[in-house]
């Protein structure tokens, strides 16, 4: 027996039909004799068409009001989760924020959890009543409805998990774990049975978009094992145990001291959404940093890796850099309008480019990971952009032409394929 | 300037360009100097999707799971509100149930509102923020959202403006106000600027459904005077006096002492849902009506007109009653199984049957009313099957046949023909 929680994300909640099969697979956990906290998305579209009306009312609008109207969609899901666990015998309840309550900061549209008063929802699961609780909202301190931002169910599932002191936390998804390398692109790529919550950080916070950053965060910090797996599968088959002979029903996000065959290695990621900037002749001088990136900070533009080469002639250097590439034109504005404070000769800016990173806990304790990489890309005529590291990353920044020949070719250096 | 709460429906936020309609009739009221309170339905349809949702989900389904999922449509339209008429500069903000709050009984799906804190209300309305309220929802003893039952805006509306002690509530609806008869059927039949609160209730309860019943009794009790007045109606034109030459916007519900010119008679409702069961010789004895309306009442029947003749011989009499057409066959089937408690020689029923009332207040200062109506009837060939009567209202059963007949009949027997 244990104490589960359950994320169903929008897809999985889309029409009557999926909210039972839903229903199915909570129904399969009660009956195994474990404790079940379930935490729903709104149906798939909802969110995006209450999006949408608030959009149509004004253009700026409220974020107070704006979040008690895209909040309501997971008020629908909840309410018929549990009138469907009822009928199928499952004893049942819903929770909305306020009635927990999941109290957030005011940061409206995109708060974070303060407190989960978890004490009421331990009650009833002691007494074998499931908690079918609305994701994505919570509580701000002038009692107003506040919203967690896209992708905010994940989090709350996670900070549920904590609060009620939860064995696992099951994120129900549409694909069936955290894979290597993005199987659209790496044939060999294959699903991992666990991977460290700070392996899990970078690849999330890299693109594989199977869980929310904030979500891995607070999973680390609470120590919540986190179970990624899929919503399609048959609720009705037979669960494969999480340790067993054939691996388990998906990835286990979890502490690393609880993977036993570690990899140096575990995984291959990209991102496309980079875009480079490189100013030539700053002056080699302190703080000539900071009238560079100051100014973009205040444009909340986040910048990402950031190269500074020695300088030649001891007076001025080169200075290279990447953002998103939504942010790209904007950035050169505004690097532009600060042009006379920095003091450069010249900007060149590209977004042809693509971020390309090896990711695994074992570089720590392993040299050679980076040179490995390096003749790698080497070999196959790839030439280095930028490079970036981190104590078990390591990041470089490519030709965009160049994508998969490097993804698929560091898959098989790093002895990832299967 | 006054304090004033107005309420809108559901076609009247059918989607957001009927949204900003509404925006645009709160803006007039908030620029002309008032304090407003607005209560806002679904979006028309909307329940009814909900609704069908809960059904679909299960059969039977557990009304506190039904209450939060189909009281979600209003924390929608409120937000929506609020969102446009901020853009418009109007201050405003959004309320759902639970956050004024809106305390009601635990009867979930047609809870009766207990209370209604109006404090942090009438605080915000002095400072000049219209407060945009969630219609129909209310908040349980056990923290849980109900809802008070189709048609609950109209209560909700009511209750808020006896709540913070409002000059008059609004009521925006798809009429423009309350007719002396069917306008369908009665081609003279005009609208009436003043009516009572006594003369509205049987109105409403007599199908006319202009206004919720238990609002018009709410509004009586807690003497508010309401507004029936046309959402469609042009925001922007200017707004006639309630009392002026020409008449006011709509017909005010209000207290007979306020209405100066009274007719003996406002008004000439019908309603068809009407069946009518006679039981023939019934014994004549104390505690009879207690064994035919006793199983009625337990199976939820609501017995309407009754009447029952002197007894011929000393032994048996005849009873006669009627109930809504939807119940006929229901009530048949009680009466036939409680035959041998009660004893009556046989039973007939029949639905062709509607009730015409003839209603105003100035019946019971004015004798003769009901003579004129039974002559007027008896001139056209129409013969009364059953009459009842209270105070201000004088009812017969009669031939479905001869509906628009009596309706027209009796609307220029009474001088409402204009």
């Known amino acids: 027996m244990a104490r589960l929680v359950l994320k169903f994300g929008g ?22 004799g474990n404790e079940v906290a379930v935490i729903l998305s709104a149906m798939a579209g909802k969110t995006n068409e209450l999006v949408e009306w608030c ?4 253009a700026l609008h409220d974020a107070r009001e704006y979040d008690s109207v895209v909040a309501s969609g997971e008020i629908v899901t909840v309410g018929l989760l549990a009138i469907m666990l009822q009928s199928m015998g499952v004893n049942a309840r819903s929770w909305q924020g306020w009635q927990i309550p999941i109290r957030t900061d005011g940061n409206h549209g995109a708060a974070r959890i303060k407190d989960i008063d978890g004490s ?4 009833r699961l002691q007494a074998g009543q499931v908690a079918v609780v609305a994701g994505f909202q919570g509580i701000g301190p002038d009692n107003r409805v506040t919203t967690l931002g896209r992708g905010g169910s994940d989090t709350s599932a996670v ?5 009620v002191n939860a064995d696992r936390c099951d994120i129900y998804t549409d694909v069936d774990g955290v894979y290597t390398s993005d199987p659209r692109i790496v044939e060999h790529a294959h699903r991992l049975d666990k991977i460290s919550y700070e392996e899990m950080l970078e690849m999330a916070s890299l693109g594989a978009k199977v869980l929310q950053t904030r979500s891995v965060e607070l999973a680390m910090v609470r120590r919540v094992p986190v179970l990624v797996r899929s919503s399609f599968d048959d609720p009705h088959a037979p669960q494969p145990a999480l340790d067993g002979p054939f691996g388990g029903p998906g990835t286990l996000v979890c502490d690393e001291d609880e993977i036993v065959e570690q990899h140096i290695v575990s995984g291959i990621a990209y991102s496309k959404d980079e875009a480079k900037i490189t100013l030539r002749r700053v002056a080699d001088k302190p703080g000539v940093a900071a009238t560079v990136f100051g100014p973009l900070a205040a444009a909340n533009i986040n910048v990402d890796m950031i ?23 904007r950035a050169e504005k505004v690097i532009e309008e600060a042009r006379d404070k920095i003091g450069y000769a010249d900007m060149a800016g590209s977004t042809g480019v693509v971020k390309v990173s090896v990711i695994g806990i074992g570089m720590r304790s392993h040299a050679g990971v980076a040179a490995q990489m390096f003749s790698a890309l080497a070999e196959r005529g790839i030439n280095i952009q930028l490079i970036s ?19 698929r070719t560091l898959h098989s250096v790093y002895g990832l394929d299967r």
């Open 11 to 32: 897809t999985s909640v889309a029409d009557i039909d999926r909210i039972r099969n839903v229903a199915e697979h909570v129904k399969r956990e009660v009956v195994a």
């Open 55 to 58: 959009s149509q009312a004004a």
């Open 120 to 123: 009421r929802l331990v009650e």
């Open 159 to 163: 900070a549920v998990a904590a609060a």
């Open 307 to 329: 190269v500074q080469n020695v300088s030649e002639d001891g007076s001025t250097t080169d200075l290279t850099f990447t953002v998103p590439v939504a942010d790209f034109e």
């Open 389 to 407: 590291t981190s104590e078990i990353k390591i990041s470089v920044l490519i030709d965009a032409a160049y994508t998969e020949l490097a993804v």
